[in-house]
């Protein structure tokens, strides 16, 4: 583990932008964070002071978040959805953590799940995850190596997570102590339906079997 350690936070955007002061606010309190960048998908599209503002004329959806990252010069990339915030001053637990499982983990974050009995860890769900810049680029290989058409409009996380997985044959690892807070959803709220969940199922399911 290096001494010093480089991390950016990364916001996704979409529809929420009554939350993203909030939460740049939130980010900035935080001593640990060089940089704040938020990805605005369209019709994202108002500027937040305090981040760096990346504004898309296309939805690429929510896998453009990992592929942004990757061209950064970070260690590690702090990312968050835009309906939850984090709730005080964090930076002593994420460094604490980064310390303790930044070189065994998969992917870090407080919210895990298992969505298919092959899993042989969770999945750290993307409403927040800690991951090593360098391991972003997992999910192409396996795209490549594999043939693998990934589903772009739901599952970014499950399919970050099970590829790195693959590769480093590392697990993800659920993160305790962290401080949370959520955020109005709008209409965004299908996240918490059953059927989004069935979907889900679905994606993870889809990828354990492409595995070799």
Request: proline share 2%; hydrophobic share 40%.
């Amino acid at each position: 583990m290096k001494v010093s350690i480089k991390i950016d936070a990364v916001i996704l955007s979409w529809k929420r932008c009554y939350n993203l002061e909030q939460i740049v606010g939130s980010l900035k309190e935080q001593r640990i964070f060089e940089n704040v960048y938020i990805w605005h998908n369209s019709p994202s599209q108002e500027k937040i002071e305090g981040a760096v503002n990346i504004f898309s004329e296309k939805n690429f959806d929510t896998y453009i978040r990992h592929i942004f990252a990757l061209a950064l010069d970070s260690d590690y990339v702090f990312f968050q959805d835009d309906d939850l915030i984090l709730d005080g001053d964090n930076s002593s637990v994420i460094m604490k953590n980064i310390r303790k499982y930044g070189d065994t983990a998969a992917v870090m974050g407080p919210f895990g799940k298992k969505y298919h009995k092959k899993q042989a860890s969770v999945v750290i769900l993307g409403r927040m995850h800690i991951v090593n810049r360098e391991y972003l680029i997992y999910p192409l290989l396996f795209e490549k190596e594999y043939r693998y058409k990934r589903d772009k409009t739901i599952g970014d996380d499950i399919f970050l997570n099970l590829s790195i997985q693959h590769f480093t044959k590392k697990e993800s690892i659920i993160i305790q102590g962290l401080k949370t807070k959520n955020l109005p959803e709008g209409d965004c709220a299908k996240a918490v339906e059953k059927r989004w969940w069935e979907k889900r199922k679905r994606v993870a399911r889809k990828i354990l079997n492409t595995m070799p």
